[in-house]
């Protein structure tokens, strides 16, 4: 049987408990992600857009050059499911993916599925994205960088609480789907990239007490879709 890392598996980061530092000066969200003005792309700095695959409207956000999405993405991708297969957790809080053949995560990653997921004109960011959003956000600091993604609320069952949500990109702790358990809700989240470190793994973004970076993946996890 295949050997595989979690993205983020709490009893495995209890060495991270220290808490966020609030860390706000020299931070001027207003010259980072304004939420007046117009992007690199024409649109506006924040709003919404149409998945033309199924009508489903999301939220976007613009930090420094980039536009990602402001909540999870929910098509409904093959081998995709909802937290505890409850069809409400995927309406609220988006759908977990895995990009192994056959969701199966003994198997290799299928490279068609990364790039078919994400609606047209937008793609999973690569770990590079993942680095250039926390040096915008953070100047590379794990723990600001954190505390200015996460949510002002849901963290309620966190130790190191919520966040400031800086720049509207809203980070739910939605936990994910390991090893046959969905786990992890109220306690931290995982995004898949579409950098392979390897032909069975893929590696992602965690977000819990801190922002940590390229470590591999095993089974699902949430996605957020940034602008191609």
């Known amino acids: 049987m295949k050997k595989s890392l979690l993205l983020v598996v709490p009893f495995v980061l209890l060495f991270l408990n220290a808490c966020a530092t609030d860390a706000d000066e ?15 792309y024409g649109m506006p700095n924040r709003g919404t857009f149409v998945d033309e695959r199924d009508g489903q409207v999301y939220k976007y956000t613009t930090i ?8 999870n993405l929910r098509y409904d991708a093959a081998y ?28 290799l990653i299928d490279k068609n599925l990364i790039g078919s997921v994400c609606p047209a004109g937008w793609k999973v960011p690569t770990s590079e994205d993942f680095k250039k959003l926390m040096n915008n956000l953070g100047e590379g600091n794990e723990k600001i960088t954190a505390t200015r993604l996460k949510s002002v609320n849901g963290w309620e069952l966190s130790e190191h609480g919520a966040g400031t949500d800086d720049c509207n990109f809203s980070v739910y702790p939605y936990g994910g789907f390991h ?13 898949l990239s579409s950098t392979l470190r390897s032909e069975d793994f893929v590696e992602g973004m965690g977000v819990y007490s801190r922002v ?13 879709c940034i602008k191609d």
Do not use: H
């Open 179 to 191: 090893f046959g358990n969905y786990e992890g809700m109220g306690i931290y989240t995982g995004f």
């Open 212 to 224: 940590i970076l390229d470590v591999s993946v095993a089974s699902k996890e949430s996605i957020r």
């Open 26 to 40: 020299g931070f001027d969200a207003s010259s980072v992600c304004p939420a007046e003005g117009t992007n690199a």
């Open 64 to 71: 420094g050059d980039q536009v990602w999405m402001a909540e």
């Open 80 to 107: 995709s499911s909802c937290y505890e297969d409850a069809d409400e957790n995927c309406f609220k809080y988006g759908r977990l993916y895995s990009f192994y053949v056959n969701g199966n995560p003994n198997e």
